[in-house]
T-cell receptor
Framework: DAGVTQSPTHLIKTRGQHVTLRCSPI?????VSWYQQVLGQGPQFIFQ???????GRGNFPDRFSARQFPNYSSELNVNALLLGDSALYLC???????????FGQGTRLTVV | TQLLEQSPQFLSIQEGENLTVYCNSS?????LQWYRQEPGEGPVLLVT???GGEVKKLKRLTFQFGDARKDSSLHITAAQPGDTGLYLC???????????WGAGTKLIIKP
């Protein structure tokens, strides 16, 4: 069975551009969470979606948005990229959110 | 301000030695998880503890949740080079549906 898959694996963008990151959860999982992990730090919570509804939002600016589709896959969008947005973006899926999340390999975003 | 403080931040020891990693907070967590992360990969869940005082064992790894559910420890017995990695603790606050993460402990086991 496929685990959590994220695309692309690596991405280089210029300041001011927009980026869309994609995540497919484990089959049967209805919850997707997004995290940002800056080098040398633990992940920081960005969003959680469950059954296509936003269930939680971390302390990130409005430039960050996300959505979940009927097949439970998800997109994370970041507008007006800043150098500080460079990070590993992680997607995690779980049956109903919270305990026991399974992570994808992440998307390494570099903003230049 | 980090809600979950992990210590030590970095640990390099010889194969065969024992070690303990700590995760402390002033907040009470409904559950706490330990993950291991390899460079360029996502974290992999090792264990979830939910009951105060709970102890779980995973081969040479022993995880303990504090009685007050504010802290946790990970003890590795007879460390192996394959244990090398970044160990992260993450706590769930009530039903907030989000995980609060520590900054991680980078562990290197030298052969």
């Amino acid at each position: 069975d496929a685990g959590v898959t994220q695309s692309p694996t690596h991405l280089i963008k210029t300041r001011g551009q927009h980026v869309t990151l994609r995540c497919s959860p484990i089959s049967g999982h209805k919850s997707v969470s997004w995290y940002q992990q800056v080098l040398g730090q633990g992940p920081q919570f960005i969003f959680q979606y469950y059954e296509k509804e936003e269930r939680g939002r971390g302390n990130f600016p409005d430039r960050f948005s996300a959505r979940q589709f009927p097949n439970y896959s998800s997109e994370l969008n970041v507008n007006a990229l800043l150098l500080g947005d460079s990070a590993l973006y992680l997607c995690a899926s779980s049956l109903a959110g919270g305990v026991g999340a399974f992570f994808g390999q992440g998307t390494r975003l570099t903003v230049v | 301000t980090q809600l979950l403080e992990q210590s030590p931040q970095f640990l390099s020891i010889q194969e065969g030695e024992n070690l303990t990693v700590y995760c402390n907070s002033s907040s009470v967590f409904s559950s706490l998880q330990w993950y291991r992360q390899e460079p360029g990969e996502g974290p992999v869940l090792l264990v979830t503890v939910v009951t105060g005082g709970e102890v779980k064992k995973l081969k040479r790894l022993t995880f303990q949740f504090g009685d007050a559910r504010k802290d946790s420890s990970l003890h590795i017995t007879a460390a192996q080079p394959g244990d090398t990695g970044l160990y992260l603790c993450a706590g769930e606050l009530g039903n907030n549906y989000q995980l609060i993460w520590g900054a991680g402990t980078k562990l290197i086991i030298k052969p």
